[in-house]
C-alpha cells in the first residue's frame, strides 16, 4: 500500500471575531471546518488502531502498548478539548511533539509487524493532520511532521539494528505532507474566490440600497419639506389668514423638523400607540378625531412613521380643505401580517383625477411615503361625498420567514460559494490522485514487478487508472461537471483496477509496500464523486475493501496489520468525502455569517451618507428658508408685513421647483417653471407662459441656476407677469417679465449670475424683467436641438 493512501487537505485555524480585513466568512468557515476535521480524524485514528495493535499484541505486551498510547490519547484529548475552550499554543504544540514521538520511538518496545503497521498508521496521520491543526502556524506544523517522521524512522532503526534509516519513507512522507498542504491552499484559494465574488455582489447590492436609503430619505425630506416649511410659508405669501396666533408655534415646529437629523429607524412600534398621539391642530385649523384602533398593531418603525406621518397631512388637508372640523380614524390588522389604517371625513370633497400632478400633498406625502416603504395608499373622494384615505401595510419579510422561502440573492451566494468550494475539492482530490500516482505508486509498481502474477495486468491497471485521471480531469479542469456516462464509466473501470490488482497479487501481499493499487484508487473515487452524497462513495468503498477482503479470506491470510491499514486509509478517505459534505453545508452558514457583516457595513455607509445629506439640504435652508421661520416663529417678523409675504413667496415657489425636479417628464425645465407659476396663481397673480423652439437636455445645475431666477420674481408679482422660455440649437433662455414687482425684484432673494448661467436685469417704472440664458459648449456634450 503507498502512502498516497494517507494523503488529505490541509486546514486552518478559525478565529472568533476577527478583524474585517482578515479572513472573509467562507475562508474562516472553511479554515473552522478543516481544524475540527483534522482533530477529530487524528483522535479516531488514534483510538481504532491503538485498539487494533493492542488486541494484536501479546498478553505480556498490552500493559506496556496501553502506557505508550497514552501521549498520544492525551494529546488528541486536549486537542478535542481546545477546540470549546481555547488553550495555549505552547501547551498543544508540546503535547503534540510528545504524543507522536512516544508512539514513533515504541517499535523497539512493542516490536512485531501489527505494531510497525499501527505505529506507522498513527505517526502517518498525525503528521498529516498537524498541517490542518497547524495551518495558522505552518512553521510549527511542519516542525512536528519532521519529527513525527524522524521520531518513526529511529524507531525502526532501533527495532532493527541491522538496517539503516528508509529513505524512501521520508521521501514519500514529504510528499504526502506537501500534497495535504497543497490541497488546502487549492481549497482555499476557490474559498477566497467565492468570497472574493460575492463581496463584489455584496457591494453593488450595498451602493444600491445606500442609493435606495438615500432617495427614501429624500423623499421623506421633500414630503416633510412639503408638510412643514413649504404650506406655512404659501399661506403666509397668500395673506388670506385674519388670526395669525397660530403661526407662531407651528414656524417653531417646523424649524425643529427641518433640522431634525434623520434616523436609521429599527425595531417595531406598535402602530395603535403611535396613532393616538396624532395632533390635531390648533384653534381654527383643529380637526376632532374619533379613533377606532385595534390594537395593538406591531409593525417596523420605518412603516409606522410613513403612516404617522402620512395621516398627520391628510388631517392638515381636511383642515384645510374639507369644510368640516370632525374625521374618522380606524385601524385594524387583517390575515398574513397586514394593517390597514383609514381617515374618513365627511367634508366637500374634491376629484382626485383633476389635482395637478405638481400638488404633493397626496402624490408626495400620502402615497410617496407608503411606497417608499413597501406599502400602499390610497384616496377616494367625490365633490360632495368626503374623502376617505386608505393606508395599507404587509410584512412580507414576515411572510418569507413563516414560509422559509430566502430571498434570490441569499440563494445565489449559497450556491456560488458551494459551487466553488466543490470544485476545489475536487481539484485537490484530482491533484492528490495524479501526484500519488505518479510519483508514489509508479514507483512501487516498477520496484515489484516480480511479484505480480502477471506483471502485464498491472501494468494495464496502472494505465486504465491514468486514463481515468485525465477523463475525470479534464471535465474538472474545465470546470465543467463530470458527465454521469464519464463518471460511471470510470467508477467500473476504477472497480476492475481494484479487482485485477487483488487478484494479481499474492494475499499475503495485499495493502503492503507491493500493493500500489489500495490506496490510490480511492483518491480517484473521490474526485469522482466529490458532488454526489456520501453514501455514493461509502457504496464504492465498501465494494473496493470487500473485493480485497475476499481475496484475503479465500486465501486463509488475514493480518492485523491488514486491518489496521485498511481501516487507516479507507477511514482517511471516507472522511474527505464527509468532509466534502461538511464544506458543502458551511455555505449557508457562510453566507449568513457574510449577510450580517455585510448589513452592519450597509446600515454604517447608509448612515454616513444620509447624515451628509442631512447636513447639505439643512446648508442650503440656513440661507433662505430658516431665517424666514425662526423670524416668524419669535415675532421678529410680522405675516402683516407685505415684505415678509413676498419673501415667503419666493421661498415657496423655490420649494416648489425643488418638489417638481424629480418628477419624471419629458421636459423637466417647464415641469420646474409651471410649479413656480402655480405659487404665483395661488397668490392671486395672473402668469402667462409661452416655449419658442424644440426643448432639448439641460443638466439639472443648469435648471436650478435658469429657474432660480424667475422664481425670485415670480414670488414677489402681485398681478401680472409674463414667463417666455426660448430654445435655439446652442442654447436656452429663460424669462421673466413683471408688471408690479415688490421691491423691482431686487431684494435680498435676488440671484446673481452663476456660471455658465448669465443672468440680466431690469427694473423700469414698477415693471421688472429678468432673463437666464446658458448656452452649451462642446464639452458638455448636451444637445439642445
Known amino acids: 500500500m503507498g502512502l498516497g493512501g494517507y494523503v488529505g487537505f490541509g486546514g486552518g485555524t478559525y478565529v472568533a471575531g476577527g478583524a474585517v480585513d482578515g479572513p472573509r466568512s467562507s475562508e474562516r468557515l472553511l479554515n473552522r471546518t478543516l481544524e475540527r476535521y483534522g482533530v477529530w480524524l487524528r483522535a479516531t485514528v488514534v483510538f481504532l488502531c491503538g485498539a487494533l495493535g493492542v488486541v494484536s499484541a501479546d498478553a505480556a505486551d498490552v500493559p506496556l502498548a496501553l502506557a505508550l498510547l497514552v501521549p498520544a490519547v492525551l494529546a488528541c484529548g486536549v486537542r478535542l478539548y481546545a477546540l470549546r475552550r481555547p488553550l495555549p499554543d505552547a501547551l498543544l504544540w508540546t503535547l503534540d511533539a510528545a504524543g507522536v514521538a512516544v508512539v514513533g520511538l515504541s517499535q523497539p518496545v512493542l516490536g512485531g509487524a501489527g505494531a510497525d503497521v499501527m505505529v506507522e498508521a498513527i505517526v502517518d496521520i498525525s503528521v498529516i493532520t498537524f498541517q490542518h491543526e497547524w495551518a495558522r502556524r505552518p512553521v510549527a506544523g511542519g516542525v512536528l511532521a519532521v519529527w513525527g517522521a524522524a521520531a518513526c524512522v529511529l524507531g525502526d532503526v532501533l527495532a532493527s539494528p541491522g538496517h539503516g534509516p528508509e529513505v524512501a519513507y521520508l521521501v514519500r512522507m514529504f510528499v504526502v505532507v506537501c500534497l495535504s498542504r497543497a490541497a488546502y491552499l487549492i481549497v482555499r484559494a476557490r474559498a477566497r474566490a467565492a468570497d472574493r465574488a460575492a463581496a463584489l455582489r455584496a457591494a453593488s447590492r450595498r451602493e444600491a440600497e445606500v442609493a435606495a436609503a438615500r432617495r427614501a430619505t429624500e423623499r421623506e425630506y421633500l414630503a416633510t419639506l412639503h408638510d412643514t416649511a413649504s404650506a406655512t410659508l404659501l399661506m403666509v405669501s397668500q395673506g388670506a389668514a385674519r388670526d395669525w396666533s397660530w403661526l407662531a408655534p407651528r414656524a417653531r415646529r417646523d424649524v425643529e423638523a427641518l433640522s431634525a437629523a434623520p434616523g436609521f429607524e429599527t425595531g417595531d412600534i406598535d402602530l395603535a400607540v403611535l396613532l393616538s398621539c396624532v395632533p390635531e391642530g390648533e384653534g381654527r385649523g383643529r380637526v376632532v378625531l374619533k379613533t377606532r384602533i385595534d390594537g395593538p398593531l406591531v409593525i417596523p418603525s420605518g412603516p409606522g412613521l410613513a403612516i404617522f406621518n402620512g395621516i398627520r397631512e391628510a388631517v392638515g388637508n381636511v383642515a384645510r380643505h374639507a369644510g368640516v372640523g370632525e374625521a374618522e380614524l380606524t385601524a385594524w390588522g387583517e390575515a398574513g401580517g397586514t394593517v390597514v389604517v383609514e381617515l374618513a371625513d365627511f367634508g366637500r370633497g374634491f376629484d382626485p383625477a383633476a389635482v395637478s400632478a405638481r400638488r404633493r400633498g397626496i402624490s408626495g406625502s400620502v402615497v410617496g411615503r407608503m411606497r417608499a416603504v413597501g ?134 501481499r495485499l495493502t503492503g509496500a507491493e500493493d500500489w493499487a489500495f490506496g490510490l484508487v480511492g483518491w480517484h473515487a473521490v474526485f469522482l464523486l466529490a458532488d454526489l452524497r456520501v453514501r455514493a462513495f461509502a457504496g464504492f468503498l465498501g465494494a473496493h475493501m470487500g473485493l480485497n477482503a475476499a481475496v484475503v479470506f479465500l486465501s486463509g491470510a488475514p ?114 417653471l409651471r410649479a413656480c407659476v402655480e405659487v404665483a396663481e395661488q397668490r392671486g397673480a395672473t402668469v402667462d407662459l409661452a416655449v419658442r423652439g424644440r426643448p432639448g437636455e439641460v443638466p439639472v445645475e443648469v435648471r436650478r441656476a435658469l429657474i432660480d431666477p424667475v422664481a425670485v420674481i415670480l414670488g414677489r408679482t402681485r398681478k401680472t407677469a409674463r414667463v417666455t422660455v426660448v430654445w435655439t440649437a446652442r442654447a436656452v433662455r429663460v424669462s421673466v417679465i413683471s408688471g408690479e414687482c415688490g421691491d423691482g425684484g431686487g431684494g435680498a432673494e435676488a440671484t446673481p449670475s452663476r456660471p455658465p448661467v448669465s443672468v440680466t436685469r431690469t427694473a423700469r417704472a414698477g415693471s421688472v424683467w429678468v432673463e437666464a440664458s446658458w448656452r452649451r459648449t462642446a464639452a458638455c456634450g448636451v444637445d439642445l436641438a
Not at 450 to 460: G, N, S
Not at 471 to 496: F, M, Q
Not at 628 to 650: A, K, M, N
Open 559 to 672: 493480518t492485523a496489520a491488514m486491518g489496521i491499514a485498511g481501516v487507516a486509509t479507507c477511514g482517511l478517505q471516507l472522511s474527505v468525502a464527509v468532509l466534502i459534505r461538511l464544506l458543502h453545508a458551511t455555505a449557508p452558514v457562510a453566507q449568513s455569517a457574510a449577510a450580517r457583516v455585510e448589513e452592519l457595513r450597509t446600515r454604517e455607509r447608509i448612515h454616513e451618507d444620509v447624515q451628509r445629506d442631512h447636513k447639505e439640504r439643512y446648508r442650503a435652508l440656513t440661507a433662505t428658508t430658516v431665517p424666514l421661520l425662526v423670524g416668524l416663529g419669535h415675532g421678529v417678523l410680522s405675516p402683516y408685513d407685505e415684505e415678509v409675504r413676498l419673501r415667503c413667496g419666493v421661498e415657496a415657489a423655490r420649494m416648489r421647483r425643488l418638489f417638481a425636479e424629480g418628477d419624471a417628464v419629458s421636459d423637466p425645465l417647464l415641469n420646474e
Open 375 to 508: 406599502g400602499s395608499a390610497s384616496v377616494v373622494s367625490q365633490p360632495g361625498a368626503g374623502t376617505r384615505v386608505r393606508w395599507r401595510w404587509q410584512d412580507r419579510a414576515r411572510e418569507a420567514r413563516v414560509t422559509g422561502v430566502p430571498r434570490p440573492q441569499q440563494t445565489a451566494v449559497v450556491r456560488l460559494i458551494r459551487g466553488q468550494l466543490l470544485y476545489g475539492a475536487q481539484l485537490a482530490a484530482l491533484l492528490i490522485s495524479l501526484v500519488s500516482q505518479f510519483a508514489i505508486s509508479l514507483r512501487q509498481l516498477t520496484a515489484y514487478q516480480d511479484v505480480y502474477r502477471p506483471a502485464w495486468a498491472q501494468t494495464a491497471a496502472f494505465v486504465c487508472l491514468a486514463a481515468v485521471a485525465v477523463a475525470g480531469g479534464a471535465c474538472v479542469l474545465r470546470g465543467r461537471r463530470i458527465p454521469p456516462y464519464v463518471r460511471w464509466w470510470s467508477l467500473g473501470s476504477v472497480l476492475g483496477v481494484s479487482a485485477v490488482c487483488a487478484l494479481t497479487l499474492p494475499p499475503e
